[in-house]
């Protein structure tokens, strides 16, 4: 059986993150107890951190936090495709013929040039509004990418309601590095916040 593959960035103090969210601060207390020591973390972040789900309300669309979001689509067949331009476009995802229900993760170069810098890189390659309106049309269950937004600075919160107001997940912050383009089992799961509009995920991928 093939071994699971960790695509979750690591949560850590000084990590990069969006330039309005908070960064992430982690204080740890110890203190004795029977005969040794307790260690006690707290952690300050915001819930749209390193790996993440987006829940509809985050931009204000029907549907709720992500206790709303559907376990089956987070769970299952995911496909990773590779994009090599500055953009993810309409005709990228075309392309793909994807089917109702399927989860698309793309590979872009965000994976080998963001993950390797605590800075935020503000020119990443995002997600057209055309391409996802696309994705919305084709009913797919889950979109992941690999950097902190699945949308661009101008346009970004139109893209994202576009596909939130169609059901669809938005997973962000993938790193890939270790992912070469194909089919994988994928198991994705954010905290359960009820409420929030994103939470951390930790997510596997595998070869079936």
């Not at 509004?129 to 661009?152: K, P």
């Amino acid at each position: 059986m093939s071994t699971w593959i960790d695509v979750t960035v690591p949560i850590r103090p000084g990590m990069v993150h969006w330039p309005d969210n908070p960064g992430v601060e982690r204080e740890v207390t110890k203190e004795p107890v029977d005969g040794g020591l307790c260690f006690v973390s707290k952690l300050t972040m915001g819930v749209h951190t390193g790996t993440h789900f987006d829940a509809p309300i985050h931009f204000d669309v029907p549907g709720g936090g992500v206790e709303a979001l559907p376990p089956a689509a987070l769970i299952g067949v995911a496909r990773v495709v590779a994009v090599e331009g500055r953009t993810i476009d309409r005709a990228d995802v075309e392309a793909l013929n994807l089917e109702e229900g399927e989860r698309v993760l793309f590979k872009t170069s965000n994976s080998a040039r963001c993950w390797n810098t605590d800075e935020f890189v503000p020119d990443y390659v995002y997600v057209t509004v055309d391409a996802a309106q696309h994705l919305a049309d084709r009913r797919i269950a889950l979109l992941g990418v690999d950097y902190l937004s699945m949308g661009g600075p101008d346009h970004g919160p139109r893209a994202h309601r576009i596909l939130l107001r169609a059901g669809v997940c938005i997973l962000e912050g993938l790193d890939l590095r270790q992912v070469g383009p194909g089919t994988f089992e994928m198991v994705a799961l954010p905290l359960l916040i009820p409420g929030s509009d994103g939470a951390p995920a930790r997510v596997l991928l595998r070869s079936p």
